[in-house]
């Protein structure tokens, strides 16, 4: 399991560089990634799981995780098959297997 460091997340100058809407969503995000940290970019798996009554928009979800990486949170890559996935930037000893 992920552990969040509570100081990075309200006072981070990375995270606090996003918009409101990716600073609320990044919880949710960072938390569903594998024990990696790392997730596939998909908006139906992701976002519309999560149940919110006003969900975000799949253009508004990707603007997002275009945020993550300008403001170094996540690096997005393409894998092998063509999907494309976010390596979450994560503290040394906030995820199980960080390497």
Known sequence: MAIIDAKGLIKGD????CSDL???????LF???????????????????CCFKQPPSEEEFYTM???Y???????LYEAPNGTVWC????????????H
Not at 38 to 48: C, G, P, S
């Open 14 to 17: 990375r995270l606090r560089s």
């Open 22 to 28: 990716a600073r609320l969503w990044w919880l949710y």
């Open 31 to 49: 938390l569903q990634a594998n024990s990696f940290g790392r997730m596939e970019l998909d908006y139906h798996q992701l976002i519309v799981r």
């Open 65 to 67: 995780m275009r945020e």
């Open 69 to 75: 990486r300008a403001n170094w949170l996540g690096f």
């Open 87 to 98: 390596q979450w930037w994560a503290k040394d000893g906030s995820l199980p297997r960080y």
